[in-house]
């Protein structure tokens, strides 16, 4: 469900939208994108002639705030992408879109709160504004629609050295626009615990502490699986575990060197006990592999390097959002206007503030007998895997 790259307190894989700002790739674009539907094709119903009266395709404009925001405590630079909504009668929504007057807020304080479990304000951070391009996280493409890319605003909260997030207490996140006297603000939200030294609350995996941690997927009967075991960490909800797969090719004539690789999300945990499992089967391994890489070019020597492995843990937020988007897809209402979810507390405000930690552990080095099982394997020996890469 959630996204696993990168996901620092950058708004993550936002992409640009018609209606003049951007979502998390996991957010559905819900009632915005359906109005913009309908102003679209506006045009096309009036043409037909059919009725002589005048009507209003869109509901009178209110400046509507959304923002987007995962705290991550092993960061000191956090962003947050909070923008303004746009919705015009007279104007092309796409040709909007390419405007970056149309989405930035003017003339606004952005704050981050630390409060305790009673509300008590602790310590009250000022978040200044600034373009996520400079900051070395560049705005997707606008595509051929020409949505605008630079400046691409964010809010940003840079901690003082020592200070950091923590899962003990609580954060909201409060927007003051001057301008239209609105104070939004999203619900606490809880910091998921980013610590990894071996304890119960912390975000702990026992294979991750080990220096010669290696992984088998060797065994292909039907039931054979991979498990991955940790502790459950403060705050979290949900995990995910995602595996990096790295091979090499070479070709065979010139010796020119191409490094590839493939993701594979293999598992995901909703948290209920102090422990978490992350398994899948060693045939559906195999099959990953089969598919994200085939049959390797002509003259061509492939071996296979090692893995890098990813466990992300997500906030309640985040495991909300989920259950919601879940219950929207596909059934009988399916096609209809759905709820977006939203922990944004205001008149016209919409967004999703969550937390998430993650663990990884680089260079994990694959089982002999799991290379010479993809060198044999019906589903893998087409990909011509011929050892292991020694470079």
Same mark, same amino acid.
């Given at each position: 469900?959630?996204?696993?790259?990168?996901?620092?307190?950058?708004?993550?894989?936002?992409?640009?939208?018609?209606?003049?700002?951007?979502? @998390?790739?996991?957010?559905?674009?819900?009632?915005?994108?359906?109005?913009?539907?309908?102003?679209?094709?506006?045009?096309?119903?009036?043409?037909?002639?059919?009725?002589?009266?005048?009507?209003?395709?869109?509901?009178?404009?209110?400046?509507?705030?959304?923002?987007?925001?995962?705290?991550? @405590?092993?960061?000191?630079?956090?962003?947050?992408?909070?923008?303004?909504?746009?919705?015009?009668?007279?104007?092309?929504?796409? /040709?909007?879109?390419?405007?970056?007057?149309?989405?930035?807020?003017?003339?606004t304080d952005v704050f981050l709160?630390?409060?305790?479990?009673?509300?008590?304000?602790?310590?009250?951070?000022?978040?200044?504004?600034?373009?996520?391009?400079?900051?070395?996280?560049?705005?997707?493409?606008?595509?051929?629609?020409?949505?605008?890319?630079?400046?691409?605003?964010?809010?940003?909260?840079?901690?003082?050295?020592?200070?950091?997030?923590?899962?003990?207490?609580?954060?909201?996140?409060?927007?003051?626009?001057?301008?239209?006297?609105?104070? %939004?603000?999203?619900?606490? /939200?809880?910091? /998921?615990?980013?610590?990894?030294?071996?304890?119960?609350?912390?975000?702990?995996?026992?294979?991750?502490?080990?220096?010669?941690?290696?992984?088998?997927?060797?065994?292909?009967?039907?039931?054979?699986?991979?498990?991955?075991?940790?502790?459950?960490?403060?705050?979290?909800?949900? @995990?995910?575990? @995602?595996?990096?797969?790295?091979? /090499?090719?070479?070709?065979?004539?010139?010796?020119?060197?191409?490094?590839?690789?493939?993701?594979?999300?293999?598992?995901? %945990?909703?948290?209920?006990?102090?422990?978490?499992?992350?398994?899948?089967?060693?045939?559906?391994?195999?099959?990953?592999?089969?598919?994200?890489?085939?049959?390797?070019?002509?003259?061509?020597?492939?071996?296979?390097?090692?893995? %890098?492995?990813?466990?992300?843990?997500?906030?309640?937020?985040?495991?909300?959002?989920?259950?919601?988007?879940?219950?929207?897809?596909?059934?009988?209402?399916?096609?209809?206007?759905?709820?977006?979810?939203?922990?944004?507390?205001?008149?016209?405000?919409?967004?999703?503030?969550?937390?998430?930690?993650?663990?990884?552990?680089k260079n994990v080095a694959l089982?002999?007998?799991?290379? %010479?099982?993809?060198?044999?394997?019906?589903?893998?020996?087409?990909?011509?895997?011929?050892?292991?890469?020694?470079?």
């Amino acid at each position: 469900m959630f996204y696993h790259k990168n996901l620092q307190a950058q708004i993550f894989g936002l992409k640009p939208y018609i209606c003049g700002f951007r979502y @998390m790739r996991y957010i559905r674009q819900g009632l915005f994108m359906k109005k913009i539907i309908t102003i679209l094709s506006a045009g096309a119903l009036l043409a037909l002639g059919s009725c002589k009266d005048d009507f209003e395709v869109a509901a009178p404009y209110k400046p509507i705030t959304v923002a987007y925001g995962v705290l991550n @405590m092993a960061d000191t630079a956090h962003y947050f992408r909070i923008e303004k909504a746009f919705l015009d009668e007279s104007k092309s929504a796409i /040709v909007m879109a390419q405007n970056p007057d149309s989405s930035r807020l003017i003339n606004t304080d952005v704050f981050l709160r630390k409060c305790t479990d009673n509300g008590t304000i602790l310590q009250n951070y000022v978040l200044t504004e600034v373009d996520l391009n400079k900051e070395g996280y560049p705005k997707q493409q606008g595509g051929s629609q020409g949505f605008y890319t630079t400046p691409s605003y964010a809010y940003k909260l840079k901690l003082a050295f020592g200070d950091t997030l923590s899962a003990y207490f609580k954060y909201r996140l409060v927007i003051n626009n001057k301008n239209t006297g609105e104070k %939004d603000s999203s619900e606490y /939200v809880t910091i /998921v615990n980013a610590a990894s030294e071996k304890n119960p609350s912390n975000f702990y995996i026992p294979n991750f502490a080990n220096s010669n941690y290696v992984i088998d997927f060797s065994a292909t009967v039907f039931d054979a699986k991979f498990k991955l075991n940790g502790y459950r960490p403060r705050n979290g909800r949900m @995990m995910e575990g @995602m595996m990096r797969f790295h091979i /090499v090719e070479k070709n065979a004539g010139t010796g020119a060197r191409k490094d590839l690789y493939a993701d594979y999300t293999y598992a995901t %945990d909703e948290l209920t006990n102090p422990t978490f499992e992350l398994t899948t089967l060693n045939s559906s391994f195999y099959a990953f592999l089969n598919n994200a890489f085939g049959a390797p070019p002509a003259n061509t020597i492939r071996t296979i390097d090692s893995c %890098d492995m990813y466990v992300y843990a997500g906030s309640q937020e985040l495991y909300d959002y989920k259950l919601v988007t879940q219950a929207q897809v596909g059934g009988l209402l399916g096609d209809q206007i759905q709820p977006i979810f939203t922990n944004m507390k205001g008149n016209n405000v919409l967004g999703l503030i969550g937390s998430r930690a993650s663990r990884f552990y680089k260079n994990v080095a694959l089982s002999n007998s799991t290379i %010479d099982s993809i060198k044999a394997n019906p589903i893998t020996k087409s990909l011509n895997i011929s050892g292991r890469s020694e470079d």
